[in-house]
């Protein structure tokens, strides 16, 4: 008993910001970056996808309509016209005026003081995305304080394959909606570092098997009460949140 308590102990488990702070402020703006380090975030999560221009920012959907005053895809605005979106007046008044940041900005002005749960978000979109933020890693020497100060992470497999072979030393990640059977865990094993299943996937049998495959888990998203107190029963690595005070 006395040795399993201790094991349990050591045992720490990441707390990842869903968007920044998503359910308290406007996802992937800096606000949310700022609040969810405030409410002792490890890590932030951010999503990334490409500019008609060809600059890397940092947007969930692949639309603008719904986090900001604009309609119409990401990759057809420019960096200059997407940062000129207001992205805060959709989620509430008081957020007039937060913007849509940069991939560079987000990297200087967080990368020192949090981990970065990276997401390409349909990478298939943006052929050359992997190598895009490849080089503004390397640019600024990251990882700078370990291994897993930067994760990437995407539902996309062959992306993930392609950024592992790009920068062995940075973790990958596949994020999955389904339980994935054992050969697809061994396969996913053979390039990425973590397996993220959803959080209405996760049992025992799966979280031991991505154990057992060397690999880590990261599972999302919790918004409710309901969902952090089922994920509270497994061994996972890391839990990304709306809601971080929920997993606290
Ligand atoms: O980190 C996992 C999560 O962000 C994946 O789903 O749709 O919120 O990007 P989504
Ligand atoms: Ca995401």
Redesign the pocket.
């Known amino acids: 008993f006395g040795i399993k308590k201790m094991a349990n102990s050591t045992h720490k488990m990441k707390k990842?910001g869903?968007?920044g702070a998503a359910g308290y402020c406007p996802e992937n703006t800096f606000p949310s970056y700022d609040r969810a380090i405030e409410m002792g975030a490890d890590y932030l999560?951010i999503?990334v996808q490409l500019s008609k221009d060809g600059k890397l920012v940092v947007i969930?959907d692949s639309l603008v309509d719904r986090t900001t005053d604009h309609k119409g895809k990401v990759s057809n605005f420019t960096f200059d016209e997407l940062r000129s979106m207001d992205a805060g007046s959709w989620y509430s008044p008081k957020f007039r005026g937060a913007c849509i940041p940069s991939f560079e900005e987000v990297l200087d002005k967080y990368a020192d003081r949090v981990g970065l749960?990276i997401?390409l978000?349909k990478p298939s979109l943006y052929p050359g995305i992997e190598k895009m933020v490849a080089k503004e890693l390397k640019k600024r020497n990251l990882p700078t304080k370990g291994k897993d100060q930067i994760i990437m992470?995407s539902f996309e497999t062959d992306s993930m394959q392609r950024f592992h072979e790009l920068m062995p030393e940075i973790p990958v990640a596949i994020?999955i909606n389904y339980p994935p059977d054992k050969i697809e865990i061994k396969n996913i094993a053979e390039y990425a570092s973590y397996l993220?299943p959803k959080w209405t996937v996760v049992n025992k049998r799966l979280i031991d098997l991505i154990h057992s495959n060397g690999m880590k888990a990261?599972s999302?998203?919790v918004r409710s009460k309901k969902e952090a107190e089922k994920l509270k029963h497994y061994p996972l690595d890391g839990i990304?949140a709306d809601y971080l005070d929920l997993i606290d």
Do not use: G, P, S, Y
């Open positions: 990842i869903h968007r999560e999503d969930h749960l997401e978000k992470q994020l993220n990261i999302w998203t990304v």
